[in-house]
């Protein structure tokens, strides 16, 4: 997992991947043009990088569940709002609760061994690999609404 700050991003670029760098780049680049841009998806690079402008409200820790991708990294930002992100390595020790793997690239887990909690402020970034268990979405003291980016990296560009 990587953790950081969009305003850093020029001090640190060279540390990532190059899909990685170029999803960052893409976020800060268009980072005033997300409080108004509709929710949906945006292509980067067709399916192998593409981007997901989301609205949500955040929720009780107990009610989100742990999750996984295999086949995609997550990059999220936080553009508006604030949220909790719960996060692990993913040990293998983890209960499935849902696998929705084959349809959705996305596993959800009972529970995250080891889990800790990042606080998601606004020009904040976090990349999620497929071996980082995280649950996104999570309260920060109380309900708040949120909008936010969550870029979509396949694997198979890195």
């Given at each position: 997992?990587?953790?950081?700050?969009?305003?850093?991003?020029?001090?640190?670029?060279?540390?990532?991947?190059?899909a990685i760098a170029k999803a960052l780049q893409y976020l800060k680049d268009n980072r005033?043009?997300?409080?108004?841009?509709?929710?949906?998806?945006?292509?980067?690079?067709?399916?192998?990088?593409?981007?997901?402008?989301?609205?949500?409200?955040?929720?009780?820790?107990?009610?989100?569940?742990?999750?996984?991708?295999?086949?995609?990294?997550?990059?999220?930002?936080?553009?508006?709002?604030?949220?909790?992100?719960?996060?692990?390595?993913?040990?293998?020790?983890?209960?499935?609760?849902?696998?929705?793997?084959?349809?959705?690239?996305?596993?959800?887990?009972?529970?995250?061994?080891?889990?800790?909690?990042?606080?998601?402020?606004?020009?904040?970034?976090?990349?999620?690999?497929?071996?980082?268990?995280?649950?996104?979405?999570?309260?920060?003291g109380g309900g708040a609404s949120l909008r936010k980016v969550?870029?979509?990296?396949?694997?198979?560009?890195?």
């Amino acid at each position: 997992m990587y953790f950081g700050s969009i305003e850093t991003l020029e001090q640190t670029k060279r540390q990532y991947p190059p899909a990685i760098a170029k999803a960052l780049q893409y976020l800060k680049d268009n980072r005033e043009q997300f409080l108004s841009m509709d929710a949906g998806v945006y292509p980067i690079e067709g399916q192998q990088i593409y981007a997901q402008v989301v609205n949500l409200e955040t929720k009780k820790k107990e009610d989100t569940r742990p999750e996984v991708h295999r086949k995609y990294i997550d990059v999220q930002f936080s553009v508006e709002g604030n949220e909790r992100i719960g996060f692990a390595a993913d040990t293998g020790n983890n209960a499935v609760d849902e696998d929705l793997a084959a349809e959705k690239d996305i596993i959800f887990y009972k529970q995250a061994e080891n889990e800790m909690e990042l606080l998601m402020q606004p020009g904040q970034f976090a990349v999620f690999f497929p071996e980082d268990v995280h649950r996104p979405g999570c309260q920060n003291g109380g309900g708040a609404s949120l909008r936010k980016v969550i870029v979509k990296v396949s694997t198979a560009v890195l």
